[in-house]
């Protein structure tokens, strides 16, 4: 069964620090992954998606995310926070039939000092 | 196309209710998908449409919950005899190829 783990529930960085928030995936094939952004108030937003070829993949909003086989790990990554990246992240698996629903992690809420 | 649309946004009912959630997806999406998302969790999933045929449903969907799409545009969700373990967000998503768009969501408290 597909699963998905974030082990950071919280995690606060100074504004104009890097950011890197961890993935791992349990999937038997090759995964379909995602990372939501959920904001207060607002839907989830699609900000990357990997579903086969270069395992870099650039999303919205300057972030980034890196497809590890080897460690089935997504993690996704920015170079320098903007006080508007303050919100909940999520990791996602989804099978390789495009019908299949998406799994998510429980999420880590990304905190950005002044 | 405004996207995903989810009425109403907040719901508060007595235990032992009935409420109804309606969703508006992507006019040219064929599937469409609910989720529930509780505090502190990511969404899980309740259910599956494609077109008006529904296709899967989680066991977290009891007998209580219904969901329906009739004419393969809006759905409804429909909560019978509500309880407080049923507070959550309820969000719609539809979905082209192998991503989905998902709404704002409608909060729900059981009182």
């Known amino acids: 069964a597909q699963s998905v783990t974030q082990p950071d529930i919280h995690i606060t960085v100074s504004e104009g620090a890097s950011l890197e928030l961890r993935c791992n995936y349990s999937?038997?094939?090759?995964?379909?992954l995602f990372w939501y952004v959920q904001s207060p108030g607002q839907g989830l937003q699609l900000l990357l998606k990997?579903?086969?070829?270069?395992?870099l993949v650039q999303g919205i909003k300057g972030f980034e995310a890196e497809f590890k086989r080897s460690q089935s790990s997504f993690n996704l990554r920015k170079p320098s926070v903007h006080w508007s990246d303050a919100a909940e992240y999520f990791c996602?698996?989804?099978?390789?039939?495009?019908?299949?629903?998406?799994?998510f992690g429980k999420g880590t809420r990304l905190h950005i000092l002044p | 196309d405004t996207g995903v649309s989810q009425n109403p946004r907040h719901k508060i009912t007595k235990r032992g209710q009935n409420v109804t959630f309606r969703c508006d997806p992507i006019s040219e999406h064929n599937r469409l998908y609910w989720y529930r998302q509780t505090l502190g969790q990511g969404p899980e999933f309740l259910t599956y449409f494609q077109n008006e045929a529904q296709l899967e449903k989680s066991r977290l969907l009891s007998d209580r919950f219904s969901a329906e799409r009739p004419k393969g545009s809006f759905s409804t969700l429909e909560i019978q005899r509500t309880e407080q373990g049923d507070s959550a967000m309820y969000l719609c998503?539809?979905?082209?190829?192998?991503?989905?768009?998902f709404g704002p969501g409608t909060r729900l408290t059981v009182t």
């Open positions: 996602a698996v989804g099978g390789d039939n495009r019908d299949d629903k998406i799994i």
């Open positions: 999937y038997g094939a090759t995964p379909y």
């Open positions: 990997y579903f086969s070829g270069d395992t």
């Open positions: 998503a539809s979905g082209e190829g192998h991503e989905q768009y």
